[in-house]
Nanobody, 123 residues
Framework: QVQLVESGGGLVQAGGSLRLSCAAS????????MGWFRQAPGKEREFVAA???????????HYADSVKGRFTISRDNAKNTVYLQMNSLKPEDTAVYYC?????????????WGQGTQVTVSS
């Protein structure tokens, strides 16, 4: 069982930045595939970014086209934490952001979800 706790959401003006954090339980965090999804009002939950372990100390990041070049996913294995740095935010980035782990995360079906954190971007 993996528990995920997000933090860092809030209200920001368009063009601004926010950093989301997700603290995970578990002893093998360095091998977990971790990711972020978001759900805007009236819309389905969508993939944002993922961070996948390839072996050794090598990881690969994956991004939705809508956030490429603006968002960066990273992790700190010493803190069992994954981050989502969001720059150049747009009003359409407004959503509840969910941390996710393991399972078929890259296919939209992770095994574990966080409780979500609200991000609101004002125009």
């Amino acid at each position: 069982q993996v528990q995920l706790v997000e933090s860092g959401g809030g209200l920001v003006q368009a063009g601004g930045s926010l950093r989301l954090s997700c603290a995970a339980s578990g002893r093998s965090f360095n091998t977990y595939v971790m990711g972020w999804f978001r759900q805007a009002p009236g819309k389905e939950r969508e993939f944002v970014a993922a961070h996948r372990w390839l072996g050794g100390s090598i990881y690969r990041a994956h991004y939705a086209d809508s956030v490429k070049g603006r968002f960066t996913i990273s992790r700190d294995n010493a803190k069992n934490t994954v981050y989502l740095q969001m720059n150049s935010l747009k009003p359409e980035d407004t959503a509840v952001y969910y941390c996710a782990a393991q399972g078929s995360l890259l296919n939209g079906s992770p095994d574990y979800w966080g409780q979500g954190t609200q991000v609101t971007v004002s125009s």
